[in-house]
């Protein structure tokens, strides 16, 4: 684990859950005074899509899924890149740290397509 990125859902006192996290609470308006630590836990995928719609030359399709984690009974839902389409709606994921949300692997992906740090999920074998 590297990085500064944060996955974190917010809680408040009446344990709503959401991700990201609001100045208040969406469900109830009391302000969210704790955060919960996604990093560390598994999701199952609710549902996922590859979009296609990729810059010219970008030959490497974009996996995204949505995904749902259980945090003491209550559920967050979140949005993210996938590592591989060989998933399934039901599947359990788990978050890993990257430094640039594409596959360092890739070589024939351009490099400049995505910038930034975050989360990606990756099943859990
Ligand atoms: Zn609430």
């Not at 609470?25 to 996604?38: K, N």
Request: charged fraction near 30%; include cysteine; aromatic fraction near 6%.
């Amino acid at each position: 684990m590297s990085g500064n990125s944060k996955f974190e859902a917010h809680r408040c006192p009446n344990g709503h859950l959401s991700y990201p996290g609001h100045p208040r609470c969406p469900e109830c308006a009391e302000p969210q005074d704790e955060t919960v630590d996604l990093t560390d836990r598994t999701a199952e995928v609710v549902t996922w899509t590859t979009s296609t719609a990729t810059p010219p030359g970008v030959r490497q399709p974009n996996h995204i899924a949505i995904v749902e984690f259980d945090v003491d009974g209550d559920s967050v839902r979140a949005i993210g890149q996938l590592t591989t389409d060989g998933v399934e709606i039901g599947d359990e994921v788990r978050p890993i740290y990257a430094d640039e949300l594409r596959d360092p692997d890739a070589g024939i992906r351009e490099k400049a397509s995505q910038e930034w740090d975050g989360y990606r999920f990756e099943p859990v074998e």
